[in-house]
C-alpha cells in the first residue's frame, strides 16, 4: 500500500451499525461453536434440511433468471454502457484484469471438485447405472454445469450492478446503495439498507468459510500423500491458522501489490499444471471428452436447470446442485464486489464476455483434464480412484495425479496452487468485507480487515468441528437464502436504471454523480 493509500485507510470511517451488529453475531456464533460444538451441528443439520427440502426449487429457479438477464445486459443494446464515465478508462491491464477475477471467483473450489466431483457421479450418478458409460457421460455435464454458466452469471451481474452504481453514479459500492431508485437516500441509510448491507456481510462470511475449510482439507490430504502428515480435523484447523495469517498480511498489503500479484501467480501456476497433466496424462481422451462432455452439458442445459428429483423423491439435487447454487449466491456479494472493484472502465458488454464466458471455458478445460484423467484412469487405466475418494473426498486430485509420470512434482504444484488459491479467496472477501463495513470504501482500514481475516478462518475451524463437509455445506445454504431475496431488489433497480441512461445516451445526456453522505 502507497503512503497515500495509507494515509486515505487512516481516514475511513467505520459503520458502527453494520461493523458491530455483524462484528457481535459472528462472534456468538463462534463461541456457540466452540462451546457447544454438537448442538451447534444439530441446528446446522435443521437448516439444511428445512432450507433443501421446501425452497431448493427456488434456488434452481433464481440462478437460471439470473443468467438469463446476464445475457440480456451484456449482449443486448445495454453492453455500449461503461462502468463508469463514458471516457474513462481501465484501471488494470487485461491480462491482470482477468486473473483476479478467476482466482477470487472459484479458483480453490474448482481445485478441489475438479477431479472430486466427476468422479462421484460417475460412482453415484444422479440417475443410470454406476460406473458406465452413461454415468461417465452424466459426471462430466453435470461438473460443467456446477461450474459453468450459472455460477459466473451471478458472480457478473452483482458485480455488473455494483461497479455500475458505483462508477457510473457515484454511489458507495455497497449493496444498499443499489437499491437507491427504489428506497432514495432515507432507505438506504435505514434498516433496509443496513440489513441489505449486514446480510451481504454474513453471505461472505459463510460462504469463504465453506472454501477455507475445504482448502485446508485438500492441502491436509496432499501433505499426507507428499509427507505422511496425519490427515484430521486438528492439523486442518492448524492449516487454517497459518494461511490465515499469510492471507491477512496480503489483504493488508494493499490491492496492487498483494491480491495483483499472488491472482497472476495462481494463474500461472494453474496453467503449468494444465498443461504437464495434458502432456503426461490421456492427451487425446482429454480432447474428445471435452468436446463430447461440452455438446452433452448445451444439450441438456435446459433440463439440468430445473432438475429438482421430485417424482423420484431424490435427495441428488440438493445435496449437489441446490448446494451449488447456494454456495455461488453466498460468494457473489464478495466476488460481486472485488471484480467490480477492479472492472472500472470497461464496458457492460466487455465485462459479460470476461465475467461469463471467459471463467467458463477456462473451468471447461480444467474439469475435462483433471476430472477426464480420473475418468480415463478407471476405465482403461489401472483404476483405483473411486475408492480413495469415497474414503476421502479432498484427496481426490493427489491420489489421481500420482496415477501418471511427474505425479510427485505434480502434486507439489497442486499443493502450492491451493495454497495460493486459498489466500487469493480469502484476502479478497476480506478487502470485500472491509469495505462492506466501511461506508464502502475502497480503501478500507488495516484493522478492519485483520478483523474479517479473523473471522473467517474462526469460523471456517469452528465449521469443521461442527460437522465437517456437511456443515460447510450447510453453512453456504443457509446464508444464501436471505440474500437472493434482496438481490431480487438490485436487479430491478439496475434494470430500471440502465434502461433510463440508455436513453439519455442516445439523447446525448449524461447523468452526473449522485451525492449521498452516509
Known amino acids: 500500500m502507497s503512503k497515500g493509500q495509507a494515509d486515505k485507510a487512516k481516514d475511513v470511517r467505520i459503520d458502527p451499525v453494520v461493523f458491530w451488529v455483524s462484528a457481535l453475531i459472528s462472534t456468538a456464533l463462534v463461541a456457540w461453536g466452540i462451546l457447544a460444538t454438537e ?75 475438479g477431479v472430486a466431483e466427476p468422479i462421484t457421479h460417475y460412482a453415484e450418478p444422479p440417475f443410470g447405472a454406476e460406473e458406465s458409460v452413461e454415468s461417465a457421460l452424466l459426471a462430466l455435464r453435470y461438473t460443467f454445469f456446477h461450474w459453468g454458466l450459472h455460477p459466473w452469471a451471478l458472480f457478473s451481474l452483482f458485480g455488473m450492478i455494483i461497479g455500475y452504481f458505483g462508477f457510473r453514479r ?3 459500492q455497497l449493496p444498499s446503495c443499489t437499491l437507491y431508485p427504489l428506497i432514495g437516500e432515507k432507505g438506504v441509510k435505514g434498516p433496509i439498507g443496513k440489513a441489505f448491507d449486514i446480510l451481504a456481510i454474513f ?69 503449468v499444471l494444465l498443461g504437464l497433466m495434458i502432456v503426461v496424462g490421456p492427451t487425446i481422451f482429454i480432447f474428445q471428452y471435452l468436446t463430447e462432455g461440452a455438446g452433452h452439458y448445451l444439450q441438456n442445459i435446459f433440463e439440468m436447470s430445473a432438475f429438482t428429483g421430485s417424482v423420484g423423491e431424490s435427495e441428488w439435487p440438493g445435496w449437489w446442485t441446490v448446494f451449488y447454487w447456494a454456495w455461488w449466491i453466498s460468494w457473489t456479494p464478495f466476488v460481486g464486489g472485488f471484480i467490480a472493484r477492479i472492472s472500472r472502465g470497461r464496458t457492460i458488454r466487455e465485462f ?26 478407471e476405465r482403461f487405466g489401472a483404476g483405483g480412484i473411486v475408492e480413495p475418494v469415497q474414503n476421502d473426498i479432498a484427496s481426490a486430485f493427489f491420489v489421481t495425479l500420482g496415477q501418471f509420470p511427474l505425479g510427485g512434482i ?52 469452528v465449521l469443521l468441528l461442527a460437522g465437517g463437509l456437511s456443515a460447510l455445506q450447510t453453512a453456504a445454504i443457509a446464508s444464501a437464502f436471505p440474500f437472493m431475496f434482496f438481490m431480487c431488489l438490485s436487479i430491478f433497480s439496475f434494470f430500471k436504471v440502465i434502461q433510463e441512461d440508455y436513453r439519455l445516451t442516445q439523447q446525448g445526456e449524461f447523468i452526473g454523480t449522485i451525492d449521498i453522505e452516509l
Open 410 to 461: 505434480m502434486s507439489i504444484i497442486a499443493t502450492i496452487l491451493i495454497a495460493t488459491y486459498f489466500i487469493t479467496s480469502a484476502n479478497s472477501a476480506t478487502f470485500v468485507m472491509g469495505m462492506l463495513t466501511s461506508y464502502g470504501a475502497l480503501e478500507p482500514s488495516r484493522n478492519v480487515k485483520i478483523t474479517w481475516g479473523v473471522f473467517e478462518g474462526l469460523i471456517a475451524a
Open 170 to 172: 457515484g454511489l458507495p
Open 39 to 113: 448442538s451447534f451441528g444439530v441446528l446446522v443439520d435443521r437448516v439444511d434440511g428445512f432450507l433443501v427440502g421446501n425452497f431448493g426449487w427456488a434456488y434452481l429457479v433464481f440462478v437460471s433468471a439470473v443468467l438469463v438477464l446476464t445475457l440480456v445486459a451484456g449482449l443486448s443494446r445495454f453492453g455500449d454502457l461503461k462502468l463508469g464515465k463514458p471516457d474513462e478508462e481501465p484501471e488494470f491491464s487485461t491480462g491482470s484484469w482477468f486473473a483476479m477475477l478467476f482466482s477470487a471467483g472459484m479458483g480453490i473450489g474448482l481445485v478441489f471438485w
Open 352 to 377: 459479460v464476455v470476461a465475467t461469463l464466458f471467459g471463467p467458463t471455458v477456462l473451468s471447461f478445460i480444467w474439469i475435462a483434464t483433471m476430472g477426464g484423467s480420473a475418468i480415463w484412469l
Open 203 to 271: 453471505a461472505t462470511l459463510f460462504g469463504i468459510a465453506t472454501s477455507l475449510g475445504l482448502g485446508a482439507q485438500q492441502i491436509n490430504s496432499g501433505l499426507n500423500y507428499l509427507l505422511g502428515v496425519p490427515n484430521n480435523n486438528l492439523v486442518a484447523i492448524v492449516i487454517i491458522a497459518i494461511i490465515t495469517a499469510i492471507f491477512i498480511i496480503a489483504t493488508v498489503t494493499g490491492l496492487e501489490k498483494g491480491i495483483q500479484f499472488i491472482g497472476n501467480m495462481n494463474v500461472n501456476l494453474s496453467l
